[in-house]
């Protein structure tokens, strides 16, 4: 199925409408270390909001569905370098009720790992070091810069830009899942591409 201009449209005002929601707490930049596939590095991100979600809402996480939210975006403006940017909601205002968030990423991310390599030298290593991640609390200055550079991908000509689709996915429960183009994204974003 093609993705028609409309719904094109549709898809970029719900990106735009969830990068600048009040309910943004945190802009979060991981960057990988080299040699993990695309594949490799969206398993070991769903492994990390796993943990994050275990330790941030304990049981609650399985008794009652309750995980992070936001939305992601994989970047990769050169084969060696790919990173995510993360936009964290906290629409219910439990997002630290047990735990800063700091505090959790400080645990967390030391023990990622991939779950494959494609060198198997580099299995053994972590995934991202001390000094490739960066958490910031949201802010928007006015002239939505974040925003902007966090949805550029939209401001190549259409048919450039939708090949970037596959490059989105909201942050919900069940983890992130890329390259679902518009006819499979997850609901947030069907939801506000309806209204």
Same mark, same amino acid.
């Given at each position: 199925?093609?993705?028609?201009?409309?719904?094109?449209?549709?898809?970029?005002?719900?990106?735009?409408?969830?990068?600048?929601?009040?309910?943004?707490?945190?802009?979060?930049?991981?960057?990988?270390?080299?040699?993990?596939? /695309?594949? &490799? %590095?969206?398993?070991?991100?769903?492994?990390?909001? $796993?943990?994050?979600?275990? !330790?941030?809402?304990? +049981?609650?996480?399985?008794?009652?569905?309750?995980?992070?939210?936001?939305?992601?975006?994989?970047?990769?403006?050169?084969?060696?370098?790919?990173?995510?940017?993360?936009?964290?909601?906290?629409? /219910?205002? &439990? %997002?630290?009720?047990?735990?800063?968030?700091?505090? $959790?990423?400080?645990?967390? !991310?030391?023990?990622? +790992?991939?779950?494959?390599?494609?060198?198997?030298?580099?299995?053994?290593?972590?995934?991202?070091?001390?000094?490739?991640?960066?958490?910031?609390?949201?802010?928007?200055?006015?002239?939505?810069?974040?925003?902007?550079?966090?949805?550029?991908?939209?401001?190549?000509?259409?048919?450039a830009a939708k090949a970037h689709l596959d490059n989105f996915s909201t942050i919900n429960v069940d983890g992130v899942e890329f390259g679902l183009r518009y006819e499979k994204v997850y609901p947030?974003?069907?939801?506000?591409?309806?209204?």
């Open positions: 199925m093609t993705i028609k201009s409309y719904e094109y449209q549709a898809f970029r005002d719900a990106v735009t409408e969830m990068l600048i929601s009040p309910h943004n707490k945190y802009h979060l930049t991981l960057s990988p270390r080299k040699g993990c596939s /695309r594949k &490799d %590095l969206t398993e070991s991100i769903n492994h990390f909001f $796993v943990r994050m979600n275990q !330790i941030l809402y304990g +049981k609650r996480y399985h008794t009652k569905g309750l995980g992070v939210t936001g939305i992601i975006m994989f970047e990769h403006t050169d084969k060696d370098n790919p990173h995510f940017h993360m936009i964290i909601q906290d629409p /219910r205002g &439990d %997002l630290e009720n047990r735990y800063s968030f700091d505090e $959790v990423l400080r645990s967390v !991310i030391p023990k990622l +790992k991939p779950k494959h390599a494609t060198h198997s030298n580099l299995d053994n290593r972590r995934l991202i070091s001390n000094d490739s991640w960066c958490l910031q609390e949201y802010y928007n200055n006015g002239n939505y810069d974040l925003e902007k550079y966090l949805s550029k991908e939209f401001n190549r000509n259409e048919g947030e974003i069907r939801i506000l591409t309806a209204q």
